[in-house]
């Protein structure tokens, strides 16, 4: 089987290549290198049939040429940062919601699967006691949300009216190596090493669930064999925790103090919790995850440690901001 993967030069898209390399199947990643990407993410790659191009997911004329060629498109291209999302909500609305029409024009024509990467947070706040489960309302708290809830909706009428054949997949937070510094866990770890104050929105009562990303692409490779056309499948570990206690999860890995966070401004819009059910793709796909939080934390923790050489040209005052949304994004 052959993948055009895009946006698989950034976190979770680069981790699929990586999983689907000893596979027998060529890749073609099509990435726009944009914040966020790093070609350094799959500079191990050993996959002879593995292709990497430099373009817009917009680009109608190069998805048409890439696609044809592929028996399956699956789409990890977005703009994904919320805080961003909140300082400048355009490119969110042209990547997420343009890029993903582009994307569902050439399936239509050339008649392949497409796997549509999308996220837990279109449903927005869960209430203390209850998850989501696929068919649950649609209510997204912040421009990213919004974006990818309307790709959603996009996703779904053109399986109803043109008959593509698609998967919609909506994940919790991923966490692993790889991640950019701007995210939660990277940029915790990152100020602690360089011993600067750890930010943290708000109270930091809200409650994230958290899977690791090779439990996310190993559930998108289940579902691009095992899964049904027109469905959505949620994907979680269970492992619902606020942010106040991964910060000092963290922080105790690192052997620092809890005196190092800082509490600021919360983000607007903030999400108080997220919380999915995803008994779906265990009963019908027969996915479940192997990562232990606790151990895979403290993997991801040493793997900052001792992979400097990663992250620190991706670090400014910028990336590792406390409060991203003041900032001016273009
Ligand atoms: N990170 C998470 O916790 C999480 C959870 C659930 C779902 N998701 C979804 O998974 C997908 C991947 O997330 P991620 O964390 O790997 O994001 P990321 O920001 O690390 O990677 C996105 C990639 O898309 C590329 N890109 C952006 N705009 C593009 C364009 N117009 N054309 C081509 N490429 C473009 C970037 O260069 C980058 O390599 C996103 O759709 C996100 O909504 C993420």
Not at 152 to 161: E, F, K
Not at 170 to 188: A, D, H, M, S, V
Request: contains cysteine.
């Amino acid at each position: 089987m052959n993948f055009l993967v895009c946006g698989g030069a950034g976190f979770i898209g680069s981790a699929f290549i990586r999983h689907l390399q000893n596979h027998n199947s060529k890749i073609i990643n099509l990435d726009l290198l944009t914040i966020g990407s790093n070609p350094e993410n799959l500079k191990n790659l050993e996959n002879k049939n593995y292709q990497f191009i430099k373009d817009d997911i917009r680009n109608g004329d190069t998805l048409n040429h890439l696609v044809r060629e592929v028996d399956v498109v699956v789409n990890f291209a977005a703009e994904s940062h919320v805080d961003r999302s909140i300082a400048n909500p355009k490119p969110f609305i042209e990547t997420n919601i343009l890029g993903t029409y582009s994307i569902l024009e050439a399936i239509r024509k050339h008649e392949k699967m497409f796997i549509h990467v999308s996220t837990d947070e279109i449903y927005g706040d869960a209430e203390e006691q209850s998850s989501f489960d696929e068919d649950s309302q649609i209510n997204p708290s912040n421009p990213y949300a919004a974006t990818k809830a309307a790709a959603d909706h996009l996703v779904a009428s053109y399986y109803r009216t043109y008959g593509i054949k698609c998967i919609t997949t909506r994940c919790t937070n991923n966490f692993g190596p790889y991640q950019f510094p701007e995210k939660l866990i990277p940029k915790t770890i990152i100020r602690s090493i360089k011993n600067l104050k750890v930010p943290l929105y708000g109270n930091g009562q809200q409650i994230r669930s958290w899977i690791h990303v090779y439990d996310h692409v190993h559930a998108i490779e289940s579902l691009v064999s095992k899964g049904k056309s027109g469905e959505v499948y949620n994907i979680t570990a269970y492992n619902e925790i606020n942010n106040k206690i991964i910060v000092e999860k963290i922080l105790d890995i690192l052997e620092k103090s809890y005196d190092m966070i800082e509490y600021v401004k919360d983000r607007p819009g903030h999400d108080k919790r997220y919380s999915i059910d995803s008994s779906k793709i265990q009963k019908e796909i027969g996915w479940k995850p192997q990562y232990q939080f606790d151990d895979a934390l403290e993997e991801t923790v040493n793997w900052y440690c001792e992979n400097k050489e990663w992250w620190e040209p991706l670090i400014d005052d910028k990336t590792l901001h406390p409060q991203p949304w003041t900032l001016n994004w273009k």
